[in-house]
């Protein structure tokens, strides 16, 4: 019997993606639908923002107009569908509500996300998709598994329909004040155990308790989050549901990042043209106005500037790393104090630093196709794509030891004569113990034989969605 699996979340690439999370909603459903061949039928249920591209919209289909009841509200909603890449995707019509200038981060996020989470319930009767699986991800669809269990669960086509909550960063939990549950959340005072915690309504919390079935996207991570140092005030919640939780580590697109097919990179190659990587470090060397030192090592970040990202670590060692022979180039946007931190370093040192604060994906391309080493330190990292990303394009990954990171990436060595391993790794959090990793990759840099050796196995490893996609359909028992 084909088994049906509908996810739900709040961002999927290429339709609307801020991070991580809608890499992975962009790129699972459709490798689980490859997976399963015809043993899966998958569809994804999202808001349709304002900033979906009008090409999207003109492929989009009506599926119907209704009115959603979110306490003592009457709303708009509209659904609209289209198909791509074996996957039906259904959007979420209320302009109110979806049509502003981000994803995230307005004052009513919550009544956002419950509007979009009711509809997601209300649409199945509707347009007759009950899966046999809702699985929903991070604290924006958090209340779907909630409502499932507490307020749908009795009806007809709800009660056999199981839930699974994937936590893609245990951070952000979905917090909110308790006067709002029955005004906001739809929620009566009987569902007020399963979804308070610490005094306040916790979505996220909600999920783990209600859900079916929990995971997390990789192995070690679904280990560190049993623990206070990792689970955000949550690890007592997780340990009480830990028979239902297990690690399933990300994939990346291989088809969106490849670099033998990147329409952002100036010039395209793969492990077989070491030759074509370096013209594209030289292109970027001339597009950062640095008029020599091509045959310097480059050190790339593409980060949040959060202090969780490990960029802490790296400010601290900043001016040692300065005394290097090496070149480094930073991409990302977050923390003010960051974001001066780095320009700073940039203007005392334009002759070794590039300080990118900004949010550009070709430009991310670009400086994964031109990198040697790619840095990613993380104080914590529920699996990370980077590292991946970095290796399929030959930047070998220098990275710290937690969550997926430790899952993906294992320290180089030479067993008898074999080279195993695929990347430079460190386990304390302590600028020396990153600094002695970049010296290690210095070292390998100035050896050209085994520096190519060792690049070319790096992008060879299989960080596809191939072996994950298999794990996810033996969850769903396909
Ligand atoms: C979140 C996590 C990141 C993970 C991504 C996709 O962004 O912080 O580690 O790779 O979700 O699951």
Known sequence: MRKKILFVGSEAAPFAATGGLGDVLGSLPPAIAEAAQD???????????????????????????????????????????????????YFID????????????????????????????????????????????????????????????????????????????????????????????????????????N????????????????????????????????????????????????????????????????????????????????????????????????????????TRLASHKGVDLVSAIADRLMERDLRFAILGTGEGGYEAFFRELEQRRRDKVRSLILFDRALSRRLYAASDFFIMPSKSEPCGLSQMIASRYGSIPITRETGGLADSISPFREDGGKLAGNGFTFRDYRGEALLDRVDAALRLYADREKNLRYRTRVMRIDFSWNQSAKKYLKLYGI
Not at 56 to 81: D, H, Q
Not at 249 to 255: F, H, Q, R, S, T
Request: glycine share 6%; net charge negative; charged share 25%.
């Open 199 to 302: 005094g306040a309504i916790n979505l996220m919390k909600g999920a783990i308790e209600c859900c079916d079935l929990l995971t997390t996207v990789s192995p070690r991570y679904a280990e560190e989050i049993k623990g206070p140092d990792f689970a955000h005030g949550l690890d007592e919640v997780i340990r009480r549901n830990a028979h239902k939780l297990s690690g399933i580590l990300n994939g990346i697109d291989y088809l969106s990042y490849d670099p033998k097919a990147d329409p952002a990179l100036p010039v395209r190659y793969s492990f077989r043209s070491p030759e074509k990587k370096a013209k594209n470090k030289e292109a970027f060397f001339r597009e950062m106005g640095w008029e020599d030192g091509e045959d310097k090592p480059l050190f790339a970040m593409i």
């Open 39 to 89: 043993g899966a039928d998958v569809r994804v249920v999202l808001p349709l923002y304002g900033s979906v591209s009008d090409a999207f919209r003109a492929e989009m289909r009506e599926e119907c107009v209704m009115r959603i009841p979110l306490a003592w509200r009457s709303l708009y909603c509209g659904v609209k569908s289209l198909y791509r890449d074996g996957v039906k995707w």
């Open 94 to 197: 209320n302009e109110d509500y979806f049509k502003r200038d981000r994803l995230y981060g307005c004052f009513d996020d919550g009544e956002r996300f419950a509007f979009f989470c009711t509809a997601a319930m209300e649409i199945l009767p509707r347009l007759n998709i009950f899966p046999d699986y809702l699985h929903a991800n991070d604290w924006q669809s958090a209340l779907t598994v909630i409502y499932a269990k507490r307020r749908y669960g009795h009806l007809p086509g709800y009660a056999a329909m199981k839930t699974v909550f994937t936590i893609h960063n245990i951070e952000y939990q979905g917090v909110y004040d308790p006067a709002i549950l029955g005004d906001i959340f739809a929620l009566s005072p009987d569902d007020a155990l399963t979804v308070m915690h």
